[in-house]
């Protein structure tokens, strides 16, 4: 390995700033490193341990030492060492042991821009980590922390304090999913093609978890924590880069990208929602309508047809695009929402198409979808489904009922600030 | 958090620069870019044109005055951006600490202004707020 330090880095950096240098380069190193030593040494929960066990060193001696010229080789090695001590010590003399043992001696002879993994196989290894992070075999919230801890090398602190959970609650969660992988004896694969379109679901839905965590917080106080958002979306960048080939991975990302503009505009001054009809257009996020656009195309020009992601994130687009809401291509958008129905049928895909159709058509029309819903008894707990119902009974004088429903909606809602603004209306102000 | 590393070199620097096969740094860069586009960090990246075929506008006068490139004395040439977002400053100098350039090349990392940076209680929004109020009570009324 390398023994090369930063000399005026060491000077210049005092231990906190390490702290913050060794968590900068965790990020951006963990999935790669995590997944060559669960190549290595076949076990997913052992080396997410070993490479915890190297960052602990690194904030031990790099303050003294300085950071290394290439840090990810120093944590890699760090990491196969103790896993050899390890191996020894358990008399696992096998292998896997001499195979890592050779690799310690070469990286140690090699140059020190030397890369610590194999550039043909670290992409394929890394994809296999995203799938052993969002394997069905582990529940969701497991899945979640396991991916922002493993691909997106967060820390325990960091999750608890993007989902508002103890810190001792994710470490829990992570350490149970390692067993479950373990117990399940989960392998470290890219699932074959047939079962890749099952498996990628659930990568996406992991993502698309995390995202929605931070576009709208399901509890607590904040209506939005950005930078959970922010993180979905580096995932899957991240993933659409390494398939390319899939176009509900980049229509998720077209999809984030898309909503995710509208950020800046869903508060007020005073940290109020602010519903898409009143919202300001020109605080949109134009780069990342952009994006979000490019992103959609590049799904489209794969001529596989669109996916839920790719549907929902043309409707995205279709706001992205408009002036206002009048001015909204709410047909397409009622179409769209058709076409995501017939491909998931869901009560809340089709509370949406009601609030299109009320748009497009009108609200009687609009009515007679939510009535519908209500009637099959789906939804009930849910608040958005009151809450529309209220908005289209105010659009046709219904006022009475429309505050019972707006009631209905608050004593629903999770997030304290939609409540109040759901209780407000119900009041009738 | 996005930042903007920004690509300058000196006169020297960019003659180095020259030196390197285009094919190698072709390849060098796109390595680059590739790895930052897996991270899932890269948003946008380009490479600028030789300061030969460019020109200055210069406010100092009161009509802006233009000058063609190349601009004689120079101490550094701008040569190219990317912009990445990243969850701290530390990591964006991570990466730009792993840029493919050489002597004479400097990579500015600075931050890109985001709505973070622009109150919602600035000036601009509380005339809207004061104009939306206004219109809820002209409708009660």
Request: aromatic share 6%; proline share 5%.
């Amino acid at each position: 390995m390398n023994n090369s330090h930063d000399e005026a880095t060491a000077r210049s950096t005092e231990s906190h700033g390490v702290e913050r240098t060794v968590a900068a380069i965790w990020r951006i190193e963990s999935a790669r490193i995590i997944a060559t030593l669960t190549r290595l040494t076949g076990d997913f929960g052992l080396a997410e341990d070993l490479a915890q066990e190297a960052v602990i060193d690194a904030l031990r001696q790099w303050p003294e030492q300085g950071v290394p010229r290439n840090p990810a080789s120093w944590l890699t090695a760090v990491a196969k060492r103790k896993a050899i001590d390890g191996f020894r010590r358990r008399e696992r003399l096998d292998q896997r042991l001499a195979v890592m043992g050779q690799e310690l001696e070469r990286e140690q002879e090699s140059a020190v821009d030397e890369l610590p993994w194999d550039p043909d196989e670290i992409d394929d290894d890394v994809l296999r980590l995203v799938f052993i992070s969002c394997h069905p075999v582990l529940a969701r919230e497991a899945r979640v922390a396991l991916t922002l801890r493993v691909v997106g090398g967060l820390s325990s602190e960091e999750i608890g304090r993007a989902f508002l959970l103890p810190v001792a609650t994710v470490q829990q969660r992570i350490v149970r999913a390692k067993k479950t992988l373990a117990a399940a004896q989960v392998p470290f694969e890219v699932p074959s093609h047939g079962e890749l379109p099952k498996r990628l679901g659930s990568v996406l839905g992991v993502l698309y978890l995390i995202f929605n965590e931070g576009h709208t917080a399901s509890s607590g106080t904040d209506w939005m924590r950005p930078e959970l958002g922010q993180e979905a979306a580096r995932l899957a960048r991240g993933l659409a880069a390494l398939m390319p080939k899939e176009p509900e991975v980049h229509g998720l990302l077209a999809l984030m990208e898309l909503t995710a503009a509208r950020f800046p505009a869903r508060v007020d001054a005073k940290g109020e929602p602010v519903l898409l009809a009143d919202q300001d257009r020109q605080r949109w996020d134009q780069g990342k309508i952009s994006r979000g656009r490019q992103v959609l195309e590049r799904a489209d020009a794969l001529g596989r047809g669109r996916g839920a992601y790719c549907l929902q994130a043309a409707i995205a687009r279709c706001h992205a695009l408009a002036p206002n809401i009048e001015e909204t291509d709410w047909d397409q958008i009622v179409v769209l929402y058709e076409a995501l129905g017939r491909l998931a049928p869901s009560p809340v895909v089709e509370l949406n198409r009601a609030a299109a159709v009320a748009m497009a058509t009108g609200p009687e029309s609009a009515l007679r979808i939510i009535d519908g819903i209500r009637a099959t008894g789906a939804l009930r707990r849910y608040h958005l489904l009151p809450a529309t119902r209220a908005e289209l009974l105010l659009r046709l004088g219904r006022e009475e009922e429309a505050r019972l429903e707006f009631a209905l909606a608050a004593s629903l809602a999770g997030n304290e600030r939609e409540r109040a603004l759901l209780q407000a209306k119900a009041a009738g102000s | 958090m996005k930042f903007m590393l920004i690509m300058r070199a000196t006169d020297e620097g960019v003659k180095a620069y020259q030196e390197i096969p285009f094919e190698q740094i072709i390849e060098d860069m796109g390595k680059y870019n590739e790895s930052m586009m897996k991270a899932g960090v890269m948003l946008a990246g380009e490479g600028l044109s030789d300061a030969a075929e460019g020109s200055v506008v210069d406010f100092s006068s009161e009509e802006p005055l233009v000058t063609d490139g190349p601009y004689g004395e120079t101490k550094e040439l701008f040569n190219g951006f990317w912009i990445i977002e990243v969850s701290s400053k530390e990591e964006a100098i991570q990466w730009a600490k792993r840029a493919p350039l050489g002597t004479g090349a400097l990579l500015e990392v600075r931050r890109v202004h985001g709505p973070e940076d622009f109150p919602a209680d600035n000036e601009w929004i509380q005339k809207e707020e004061g104009w939306r109020e206004e219109q809820a009570q002209r409708g009660q009324a």
